[in-house]
T-cell receptor, first 111, second 116 residues
Framework: SQQGEEDPQALSIQEGENATMNCSYKTSINNLQWYRQNSGRGLVHLILIRSNEREKHSGRLRVTLDTSKKSSSLLITASRAADTASYFC???????????FGEGTQLTVNP | GAVVSQHPSWVICKSGTSVKIECRSL??????MFWYRQFPKQSLMLMATSNEGSKATYEQGVEKDKFLINHASLTLSTLTVTSAHPEDSSFYIC????????????FGPGTRLTVT
């Protein structure tokens, strides 16, 4: 089974609202990454946070990492209809090694 | 920079035939490439890890004789689905890491395989 679990599985919000997605994992990690996937397309890398980091920002994205709880959250502020996509977290135990993906959150931003 | 391409983007084949999918790193050398499979509305599952010049490492439950992986150069890895069956229909995605880079994996756009 997948190591990572994401919560919620689906999220529907109105444009302008913030969207928060959570990811939990089971084993120790080196890095945690968030990816976005539009329907039927490849993955777009959003942000990487290392195990010794607690928070990272990139534009409208804010990622937190709590290694004691083995969890991470992705916050998208001021959402746009174009943010509609699936969002996945992925962890690795060694930098550059295999990634283990979470189940993903399907985000729908209604205009 | 760090662009990964896949070819073809989609393919339809008949049951029992073989299909080859190419994964290329266009502007960097990739020492390691990964192959993932994604069924509809599901997450990505790693199939195998491919290092240039050596045999691929397959994940548990993935048949290495059915999914042949060749990583002959630092810019090309191929996945051949042999004797394809309808249950092999899926979205196949490759990724590559940059030799000496920051360990980020760069993903290809994926190949949609439909076996009829």
């Amino acid at each position: 089974s997948q190591q990572g679990e994401e919560d919620p599985q689906a999220l529907s919000i109105q444009e302008g609202e913030n969207a928060t997605m959570n990811c939990s994992y089971k084993t120790s990690i080196n890095n945690l990454q968030w990816y976005r996937q539009n329907s039927g397309r490849g993955l777009v890398h959003l942000i990487l946070i290392r195990s010794n980091e607690r928070e990272k920002h990139s534009g409208r994205l804010r990622v937190t990492l709590d290694t004691s709880k083995k969890s991470s959250s992705l916050l998208i502020t001021a959402s746009r209809a174009a943010d509609t996509a699936s969002y996945f977290c992925a962890t690795d135990r060694v930098s550059g090694s295999r990634l283990t993906f979470g189940e993903g959150t399907q985000l729908t931003v209604n205009p | 920079g760090a662009v990964v391409s896949q070819h073809p983007s989609w393919v339809i084949c008949k049951s029992g035939t073989s299909v080859k999918i190419e994964c290329r790193s266009l502007d960097f050398q990739a020492t390691t490439m990964f192959w993932y499979r994604q069924f509809p509305k599901q997450s990505l599952m790693l199939m195998a890890t491919s290092n240039e010049g050596s045999k691929a490492t397959y994940e548990q439950g993935v048949e290495k004789d059915k999914f042949l992986i060749n990583h002959a150069s630092l810019t090309l890895s191929t996945l051949t689905v042999t004797s394809a069956h309808p249950e092999d229909s899926s979205f196949y995605i490759c990724s590559a890491t940059v030799a000496g880079g920051n360990y980020e994996q760069y993903f290809g756009p994926g190949t949609r395989l439909t076996v009829t």
